[in-house]
């Protein structure tokens, strides 16, 4: 096992800025046009459930990361072949949101750079990183949320300011009815974020003390479900349900109309800096957590080797998983949640979570 | 060869004459080994030696020649002439030894030796007084406001003037030698029941693993402690005032303090520490506050203001205001070179033009500073070789290195500064905020000493911050 | 440094693909002017605004332009915008576009979706419209004035100080008319510019020489039916086309003070809200908060009395009302609801609104309408009465 320990302060900034990652930019419930805000306001608590099962099945193996645990459960070899299908996956989605980094950024400020480069250079720092440890980088992690906070409290500030909240843009409420909202709420918007929790129990056993996770774990929940919220609704309030429907990234966007006495403008370069920090730490996360499973799974001493090996994959295959940026969106939007998610976030750990107590029961019942 | 010399356990011989045959070989006849034969009239043949210009020539008459000139006339039997000598010897230290390399080394700190005819033993007497200037004020780190005093060469003045800051019995102060050639004197200071039990222990662990052949100052030790060798940023804090060593033994820290340099070293240092200046303390903490803050900002303007200018010129032309733009493109509009050459060459002839201002006799300084400027400054806009927005930003990088109190930070920012203007050109904001992150993490894996570097931003120590980028003044109650 | 040099060495070899442009390498269009075609059948007649930059240097030749106008034809507007390599000495950059011009022409045949490309490209989406009135955009760009000799800044500032001083012209940017475009229940206004006189000669530095030169001159405001334009606001009642829709806040009001002289008010503030009733009859309503100061008068009237005040205060009210209830009708003899109350409408009253969203313009022509103005005089400046002649 790693020794790196973390503290309490330092997984809720990890969670608040792993499960802001990409949603403060993409446009979460849009579908539900005005309606978005319920949307976000109602998916937390679908987080804080799936949250807490994977609490539970910390609890049940508080030393041991899922890859190791799923070997206890389900034997030695369904296990190892889970826990290598959970390294795919891992790798899978980092390529997703590096990928999402990356069209932002060619999207916008760097429509002549080709996207490789682009990954290239973020896959270099993410090497660095992991080939640090997980203490510097959750350590980083504090630093990152300070910076964040402060940028998106400024950003806030600006959209007060420059006078462009239009609040009739929220009426009228729920014009369609409940149906459009849980159709958004499940399962896209309930996988991503909340439902990529699932590698907290990677980094789970890396904890200092064993108390208060749950606590914690939901303070940032409640905390990020509250932020999106705020943000979602500003988004319709100054761009209407209308462009935030149309839109590809509509932070981006409703960031290009803030103007103050023809002095603080143009403030893209803050949306950039957030996404490539937010992206920085959630594409890190999934990161390390391959490279720790991996090093589990086939009994390797932490190397470079690896780390480089599964950089160089999640680099490529960010450009490889899609042909263009049409199609990755749906993709994430009709494929991945249906296919993936359901199975990697909800239904495996269920089913481990019942095992593993039918397991205990059945010990306990014999000794 | 030297070292072959030091590495015996001779024992002095009963001949004096061969003593000191011995003791002149070991210096190589060296022409400032002072030997003074004199004949004891109750006693027989001694001899009276050291090196001259490290012992106080007036106490070695009156403390040492004087007295033993005076007892020899006295006719009384001897019984332990060694025992007798140390007490009509009026200086402070006396000491009775029979082994060569305590005494060889005894001379070379400036003892007075004395030898006796029939006698395998010899008395060393403290005598010395190495030359030193005296207490000034410190040439860096000056305030305005606050004690003017700064150390000087000489570890025992040092140490006095820290002493005379904290008059409590527990300041702990451990002197030992290190360096195998040079064999200097280092003093390890620190609070007892503050300082922490376990850095303490560390740190003298890691001197006493020092194996270097010399130390002349701090840096030698700096480097012999680090934790992480391949960081350009500074993991110890220097200082040349007494208030600030007294003040950082106050908080807990160690201080180390070496002969031959008016530097102390404090460890552990945070990040932080490096922006905070004494006189932070002697003013209102809302005025203090604000300056630390200017210091802050000053250092990131000196690390990203010509990357930052250089991504917005060559990557996002969309991001500056539409009029300077057009300011800017009508600068650059005769500019042969693209922005990268023309920002590397204003911020190589800076680096040059700054070398040159501290190696400079300090009369000529001026007209240095107005070729400079003139030079290269006006000039080259004139001649439309650059534009004079370079020349803005170079000047505005160069000015704001100044604000910090301490040297080493502004080196690691310089560093940095040209890795992120070669990012900047590369990928533009990007590069800069990927490098960045990459400066982050780099700071947080760092330690001083076994304390994370970035302490208390990160790990969070809530009683840290109230001193940290910002002062909290405290209350009185 | 194994590291650093290898990082180095592959950072050597990505520049290829980087986005390194110097300055010097870059021509900034600061303005677009669309118009119909001239030599061809489909597509636009497109003019480029570039900013010659040689003009804002220190040793700059002094008799040359600020700007330089670039004019091509094609069928799309990027196949324009890289056929303008044909003439344009430099790689163009559209991020600093500031300005749009549209031909009335162009305008009166429909926008359609040429606003689409503005909003998909690198250029901002936060610049102002306008209307090249009875002439085109080409024209319009092609002026340069003494006082302000960057044409795009001209416009813009004119307008600007029109919209503070008398609330004529509006600045629109251009997500607010794609909002208006795309959205139901409420029709665009766009804000007209053309010259104030022909110019005299070619030669645009003569222009500068000249004392009373030809300048842009803001000039009503464009009216569209869905994306086409129907009619103009002219003078007043682009004013108070704005008034409706809280837009204006400081004008001016002449009110007869006796037979022949006039008093005039000066307004700082006002509010209006639009309302829709669908009983008995559908009604649309404008209720207007007029706040202002009497600023000038031309005849002597004691005004130091409430009751004096409130007299004036009520002719203020029903020469706004008439005029409001003037541009309300033009507009409903357009049949263009450029005021939305259709927006109102399908707020307070959804269903109604689905099932009559079809036929708003005609049910929007034949409405009722309501005005009602509340005015409010504060003070009179630093004078009570005025000086009486002797």
Not at chain 2, 223 to 236: S, W, Y
Not at chain 3, 22 to 45: K, W
Not at chain 3, 211 to 219: L, W
Request: aromatic share 10%; net charge neutral.
């Amino acid at each position: 096992m790693p020794k790196d320990k973390i503290d309490g302060l330092q997984l809720f900034c990890l969670i608040v800025l792993f499960l802001f990652g990409t949603a403060v930019f993409l446009d979460l419930g849009s579908g539900a046009r005005q309606d978005a805000w319920i949307v976000t306001i109602l998916s937390p608590i679908a987080g804080l459930i799936i949250f807490a099962v994977y609490y539970r099945l910390y609890r049940q193996h508080p030393d041991l990361p899922l890859t190791e645990y799923v070997k206890k459960i389900l034997g030695k070899y369904l296990g190892s072949l889970i826990s290598y299908m959970y390294i795919i996956y891992f790798i899978y989605i980092a390529s997703r949101v590096l990928r999402d980094v990356e069209e932002l950024l060619i999207s916008s400020p760097y429509a002549k750079t080709s996207i490789i480069t682009l990954g290239i250079c973020m896959v270099f720092a993410l090497v660095y990183a992991v080939h640090l440890g997980f203490e510097v980088f959750a350590r980083a992690g504090i630093i990152c949320f300070a910076i964040m906070t402060v940028t998106l409290l400024l950003i806030l500030i600006f959209y007060v300011i420059s006078d462009l909240i239009h609040l009739e843009n929220l009426r009228p409420v729920l014009a369609k009815g409940w149906k459009p909202v849980f159709r958004e709420i499940f399962p896209v918007n309930m996988t991503v974020p909340y439902g990529e929790l699932i590698i907290f129990t990677m980094i789970l056993p890396l904890m200092k003390r064993k108390t208060k996770i749950l606590k914690t774990g939901s303070m940032a929940i409640a905390y990020v479900g509250i932020y999106l919220t705020i943000n979602i609704m500003l988004l319709i309030c100054i761009l209407g349900a209308d462009l935030l429907e149309r839109s590809a990234f509509p932070a981006l966007a409703a960031v290009g109309y803030i103007q103050i006495g023809g002095f603080i403008q143009r403030l893209d370069p803050l949306i950039i800096l957030l996404i490539v920090f937010l992206g920085f730490i959630k594409v890190g996360l999934f990161f390390y957590c391959a490279v720790i499973g991996m090093n589990n799974l086939f009994k390797m001493k932490p190397n470079v080797f690896t780390s480089y090996f599964m950089g160089g994959i999640i680099c490529i295959s960010s450009i490889m998983i899609a042909p263009s940026y049409q199609s990755h969106l749906d993709e994430g939007l009709k494929v991945v949640p249906y296919f993936l998610h359901i199975a990697f976030q909800f239904a495996i750990p269920a089913a481990l979570l019942v095992l593993a107590s039918i397991q205990r029961k059945w010990k306990q019942g014999k000794v | 060869m030297f070292r072959k010399h030091y590495r015996h356990h001779k024992k002095l011989s009963k001949s004096i004459a061969s003593n000191i045959e011995y003791l002149k070989e070991q210096f190589g006849n060296s022409s400032d080994l002072s030997v003074r034969n004199i004949f004891l009239s109750n006693h027989g043949k001694a001899a009276i030696i050291h090196i001259q210009g490290i012992v106080d020539e007036q106490s070695l008459h009156d403390n040492v020649l004087h007295p033993i000139l005076a007892w020899s006339h006295e006719q009384k039997p001897i019984q332990n002439w060694s025992r007798e000598i140390a007490q009509i010897l009026s200086v402070s230290k006396v000491n009775t030894i029979d082994e060569w390399s305590e005494i060889v080394s005894g001379l070379l700190s400036g003892d007075t030796v004395i030898l006796i005819e029939g006698h395998s033993e010899a008395i060393l007497a403290g005598t010395g007084k190495i030359q030193s200037r005296t207490i000034t004020e410190p040439s860096t780190q000056t305030v305005v406001k606050g004690p003017k005093d700064g150390f000087t060469e000489n570890l025992g003045t040092n140490i006095s003037l820290i002493r005379a800051r904290i008059q409590n019995n527990n300041l702990r102060i451990e002197q030992t030698k290190v360096g195998k050639v040079t064999k200097t004197d280092i003093g390890i200071l620190y609070m007892e029941g503050i300082a922490k039990e376990e850095i303490i222990k560390e740190v003298k662990e890691r001197i006493c693993k020092i194996d270097m052949d010399s130390i002349l100052d701090t840096n030698y030790v700096e480097e012999a402690l680090k934790d992480n060798r391949k960081t350009i940023f500074p993991l110890f804090q220097n200082s040349e005032r007494p208030d600030v060593v007294a003040a950082n033994l106050l908080e807990g820290k160690i201080t180390i303090i070496i002969q031959g340099t008016p530097f102390a070293l404090i460890l552990p240092a945070f990040f932080i520490q490096f922006f905070q200046s004494p006189e932070d303390y002697y003013a209102n903490y809302l005025v203090s506050s604000f300056l630390r803050l200017i210091r802050v900002g000053s250092f990131y303007v000196n690390m990203y203001a010509s990357a930052i200018y250089l991504a917005l010129i060559t990557h996002h032309h969309g991001l500056i205001p539409t009029t300077l733009m057009v300011t800017l493109m009508a600068q650059r509009e005769q500019v042969p070179f693209p922005a990268i050459v023309e920002l590397l060459v204003m911020e190589l002839a800076f680096e040059v033009l700054r070398e040159a201002g501290i190696r400079m006799p300090r009369a000529i300084g001026p007209a240095v500073s107005i070729v400079g400027a003139l030079i290269l400054g006006q000039a080259a806009v004139e001649a439309g070789f650059v534009s004079a927005a370079i020349v803005i930003i170079v000047a505005t990088t160069a000015i704001s290195s100044f604000t910090l109190p301490n040297p080493n930070i502004v080196n690691a920012a310089r560093g940095m500064r040209f890795i992120l203007i070669f990012a900047a050109a590369f990928i533009g904001f990007y590069g800069i905020i990927l490098f960045s992150l990459c400066i982050i993490l780099h700071l947080c894996s760092l330690k001083s000493v076994g304390v994370p570097y970035l302490t208390p931003l990160s790990p969070v120590r809530v009683s840290g911050l109230k001193d940290s980028l910002v002062r909290i003044g405290t209350s009185s109650k | 440094m194994r590291k650093v040099i290898s990082v180095l060495l592959i950072m050597g070899l990505l520049t290829g693909c980087s986005n390194y442009r110097d300055l010097n390498e870059v021509g900034l269009i600061i303005a677009i002017g669309i118009d119909l075609p001239q030599e061809r059948e489909t597509g636009y007649r497109v003019t480029y605004q570039v900013i010659n930059p040689g003009y804002f240097s220190q040793n700059g030749a002094g008799n040359s332009l600020p700007v330089i106008n670039y004019t091509v034809e094609a069928e799309t507007f990027i196949e324009a915008y890289r056929m303008a390599s044909l003439i344009i000495p430099r790689e163009n950059s559209v991020t600093h576009l500031s300005l749009i011009v549209i031909g009335e022409a162009l305008a009166r045949e429909g926008l359609g979706h040429i606003f689409d490309v503005f909003e998909r490209g690198e250029s901002r989406s936060s610049f102002p419209v306008f209307i090249a009135r009875d002439t085109t955009a080409e024209e319009v760009l092609g002026v340069i004035e003494p006082l302000e000799s960057n044409p795009t800044k001209s416009i813009i500032s004119t307008s600007e100080n029109n919209e503070k001083m008398y609330a004529i012209s509006e600045i629109v940017p251009i997500y607010r008319a794609i909002s208006l475009l795309s959205g139901e229940g409420q029709n665009l206004l766009l804000s007209g510019i053309h010259l104030n006189k022909p110019l005299k000669s070619q030669n645009q530095t003569d222009n500068l020489q000249d004392i009373k030169p030809p300048v842009v001159e803001v000039t009503g405001l464009a009216l569209f039916k869905k994306d086409q334009l129907a009619g103009w606001f002219d003078g007043k009642f682009a004013r108070t086309a704005h008034i409706i829709n809280s837009a204006a806040e400081y004008t001016s009001f002449p009110l007869p003070c006796n037979s022949k002289k006039k008093l005039t008010v000066t307004t700082k503030g006002i509010r209006s809200t639009i309302k829709t009733e669908l009983k008995p009859k559908l009604t649309l309503a404008v209720d207007a908060d007029i706040k202002g100061y009497i600023a000038e008068l031309e005849c002597y009237i004691k005004i130091d009395s409430d009751e004096e005040i409130r007299k004036i205060e009520k002719k203020l009210e029903t020469v706004a009302e008439s005029q409001i209830r003037e541009t309300i009708k033009m507009a409903q003899e357009m049949e263009t609801d450029v005021f939305g109350f259709g927006r109102k409408l399908s707020i307070n009253n959804p269903d109604y609104w689905k099932k009559h969203k079809k036929e708003w313009n005609k049910l929007f022509k034949t409405a009722d309408i309501e005005v009602n103005v509340n005015a409010k005089i504060t003070n009179a400046g630093l004078l009570t009465d005025p000086y009486k002649l002797q």
